[in-house]
């Protein structure tokens, strides 16, 4: 039931402090040492590994690129993230020393079970990534990582992406510990951070609640819409745009923001809005820099970002500040606030918002 929720999707949002908690709790020890049930992977075996693939759709496939980006620098081997539909046709170079990361919530998509069939059959080693007990994905890998979101109803995925995501992290921690690619000092601090990070997550929905109705209001009347961002930004603009299309059928694009100029930039017009997300802070710069070209060719900008860059207010039309953590969990944060503003986006056009038109919750055909 939706208990008192007025859509699935929004309890579903707001059981996302809990899911995260349970998919992190149950992996941790009381020294804060990551502990993986499922995962039979031997310090040999890891390190004998010379490149890994991660595999997904959708959803699943935007957790997976934020995995390529914190596996290859806790493993420091090369990740290669990509769409099933796409890797079950290619000739990619798997053998035994190739691990194969699957992700799928439900664990029956038929891409991505058929990339997994596929993987196998070459001899690589495949670890999944789902949220379904007993699911296909679950039952023919050689390794298991159940995300405990708990059973997702609404069409969108929310709480799938958010626990996907914290696997990741910890299959990033527990490898990295195993290979010794990631020192112990960093080790202690990411567990740390991670271990308050539903706590931030609970914060940033009830501050996001407000603001994100208003750009809900904003924003519904638009042709078209634009997010971007750098590094694990421009991830996450590509999950905050898919979420806004399949809701409010609003064209919505993700760019990396430094590839705009390249092309893209033509369609930005008087009034368009533009998201740009800059939480990075390595690259902070270079992400204002683009937000600045966008508005000159008068885009409408909205930008997200931490309360230490207060100076984005004389770029943008809008600020809005989420709470801060470290650069690399940061996408756990900044999509809450993207979450909501689908959603009440949807809402705001009078759609269906568990049921989007011409989606199914588990895409079983090819
Ligand atoms: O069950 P799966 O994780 O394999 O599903 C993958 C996609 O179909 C799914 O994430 C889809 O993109 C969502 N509707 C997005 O909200």
Redesign the pocket.
């Known amino acids: 039931t939706k208990e008192g929720y007025d859509h699935f999707m929004l309890k579903e949002i707001y059981q996302q402090p809990e899911a995260v908690r349970n998919t992190l709790n149950r992996r941790l020890d009381e020294n804060g040492e990551v502990y993986l049930e499922g995962v039979h992977l031997t310090k040999e075996m890891i390190e004998s590994f010379n490149k890994i693939y991660i595999v997904?759709?959708?959803?699943?496939?935007?957790a997976g690129l934020i995995g390529k980006s914190v596996l290859e620098k806790a493993l420091k081997i090369t990740v290669i993230a990509d769409v099933a539909s796409e890797f079950r046709y290619n000739d990619n170079l798997i053998d035994e020393q190739t691990l194969v990361i699957v992700?799928?919530?439900?664990?029956?998509?038929a891409d991505?079970l058929a990339s997994l069939r596929e993987a196998k059959a070459k001899g690589a080693r495949i670890l999944s990534i789902?949220?379904?007990v007993g699911s296909a994905?679950a039952r023919e890998s050689d390794d298991l990582l159940y995300t405990w979101a708990g059973p997702e109803i609404a069409?969108?995925?929310?709480k799938?992406?958010t626990t996907q995501l914290i696997a990741f992290y910890m299959l990033a921690l527990y490898f990295g510990k195993l290979k010794g690619s990631l020192d112990a000092h960093s080790y202690k601090e990411h567990v740390i951070e991670l271990q308050s990070i539903d706590d931030s997550i609970e914060d940033t929905i009830s501050q996001s609640m407000e603001i994100a109705k208003e750009i809900a209001e904003e924003i519904k009347e638009a042709p078209s819409l634009f997010y971007l961002g750098r590094g694990l930004d421009y991830y996450t603009a590509l999950e905050a745009s898919?979420?806004l299309k399949?809701l409010s059928y609003i064209h919505a694009e993700a760019f990396a923001a430094g590839e705009l100029k390249h092309g893209t930039i033509a369609l930005i017009e008087e009034g368009t809005p533009v998201i740009t997300l800059a939480t990075q802070d390595d690259i902070y710069e270079k992400t204002v820099s683009n937000i600045k070209s966008v508005k000159a060719r008068g885009a409408y900008a909205i930008g997200i970002t931490t309360h230490k860059h207060k100076d984005m207010e004389q770029v943008c039309d809008k600020v809005i500040y989420i709470n801060t953590t470290t650069s690399t969990y940061m996408p756990l944060i900044s999509v809450i606030l993207t979450q909501l503003i689908a959603y009440y986006t949807s809402i705001a056009k009078g759609n269906d918002v568990d049921k989007p038109r011409n989606?199914a919750?588990?895409?079983t055909v090819e």
């Open positions: 997904a759709c959708g959803t699943a496939y935007h992700v799928s919530q439900s664990g029956e998509t991505t789902t949220n379904v994905v069409v969108a995925s929310t799938a992406y898919l979420k399949e989606l919750k588990s895409v």
